[in-house]
């Protein structure tokens, strides 16, 4: 799977948009890119994934550029409880009923009042 | 409120114990999944199951022991633990063979004493 670069922290004003960019310059044609984040204490949480195209879900916006090389996740009016590491992964799809998925360090955002 | 409920929360045990952390979903998932994620950093693979049957261990120490008796169910049986073993495990699950996410529980705080 793709190596994937993130800022290690960010800060939002809360109520502004969050922008958070993932660098994945080596992605490969069948591989898609994935947002994860995880809330202090509890376990990991899916936001959004795409291949090619820009998605949207009731959570964020996916932008993904179209050499695929980089991707920003965007939460639209953030909160406080949007403070969390986020993690973006980029991998092949399911490969022998299951997916291998890989962490890499991921973005720590702080949402601030 | 995840889908995924993990059992107990949190446990304490000594190097000498064997205990069991117990992993339960109704999604139809057929893979399920084992990480561990020590305080500050992301979640380490150790243990995908697909269909009932081990199909990843990320070399693990075999004082841990996965078991996944039915398509619902996974554990991970501890036996003569480190106090380095002391985590978070995580479990997940996922559909297999399609891009869904994978679905995290909270976890089980591990404390080896």
């Known amino acids: 799977d793709a190596k994937t670069t993130q800022p290690p922290s960010m800060d939002c004003a809360e109520g502004r948009a969050a922008n958070l960019p993932c660098n994945h310059s080596t992605i490969s044609g069948n591989e898609y890119v994935y947002w994860y984040r995880q809330i202090h204490s509890q376990g990991p949480q899916y936001i959004i994934h795409?291949?090619?195209n820009n998605e949207t879900n009731e959570m964020a916006s996916l932008i993904i550029t179209e050499d695929r090389k980089s991707s920003t996740l965007i939460l639209p009016h953030a909160t406080l409880r949007d403070t969390a590491v986020y993690y973006c992964?980029?991998?092949?799809?399911?490969?022998?009923?299951?997916?291998?998925?890989?962490f890499g360090t991921g973005t720590k955002l702080q949402v601030i009042p | 409120d995840t889908e995924v409920t993990q059992t107990p929360k949190h446990l304490v045990m000594g190097m000498t114990n064997k205990k069991s952390l117990k992993c339960e979903q109704h999604?139809?998932?057929?893979?399920m999944y084992w990480y561990k994620q020590k305080a500050k950093k992301p979640p380490e693979l150790m243990f995908v199951y697909s269909y009932e049957k081990l199909s990843i261990n990320e070399s693990v120490p075999s004082r841990f022991s996965p078991e996944c008796p039915n398509s619902s169910l996974l554990n991970l049986h501890l036996h003569a633990l480190q106090p380095e073993d002391s985590a978070l495990y995580l479990c997940?699950?996922?559909?297999?063979?399609?891009?869904?996410?994978?679905?995290f529980g909270n976890g089980t705080r591990l404390t080896v004493t």
């Open positions: 992964i980029v991998r092949v799809g399911p490969s022998g009923g299951y997916q291998k998925v890989t």
């Open positions: 997940a699950s996922s559909q297999g063979q399609s891009n869904s996410p994978l679905h």
């Open positions: 999604m139809g998932h057929r893979a």
């Open positions: 795409g291949l090619k």
